[in-house]
Structure formats: structure tokens, C-alpha cells
């Protein structure tokens, strides 16, 4: 019989990188979105500071709706 592919800790792993990439992502668009409307630097880092906190708060929401889709392995859930 074939097992997972991955152990858990890879998992996890994977998942952590995935989470910080995403919020990451939205916080450079914040940066970004600031650089083109012709920003100076303050207004450029708090477009990223604010990319992060929104970039976080949908993280959250992500997770907590994407958790209604999946069924119940018995596996304990990352992070914990």
C-alpha cells in the first residue's frame, strides 16, 4: 500500500511558506500600488505595512472558509 507522500512536518513546512508568500505577495502589492501613484518612501512602506495587515486579515479569512470544505481526517491540524 502507498503512503503520503509527504510526512507531516514537511507539510506543515509547506504550509508555513505558502501563508508567509501569500502575505507577503498582498504586502508588495500595497508597496507597489503606493510606487506608482508616485509615493515617497513613507507612503511606500505604508503601503506594505497595510499590504501586511491586509494580507494577514485575509490569510485568516482563507483559512477559516477553506476549513468548511474539508472533511474530517482525524489528522491534527497544522501549526499545532
Known amino acids: 500500500m502507498v503512503g503520503p507522500s509527504m510526512t507531516d512536518e514537511e507539510r506543515d513546512d509547506a504550509n508555513r511558506r ?8 498582498v504586502a508588495a502589492s500595497g508597496a507597489l500600488v503606493a510606487v506608482e501613484a508616485g509615493g515617497d518612501l513613507s507612503v511606500v512602506a505604508a503601503g506594505f505595512v497595510g499590504g501586511l495587515v491586509v494580507g494577514l486579515l485575509l490569510l485568516a479569512f482563507l483559512i477559516r472558509w477553506a476549513r468548511e470544505f474539508q472533511p474530517d481526517t482525524g489528522r491534527r491540524p497544522p501549526g499545532r
Open 18 to 25: 505558502l501563508r508567509t508568500g501569500f502575505v507577503l505577495l
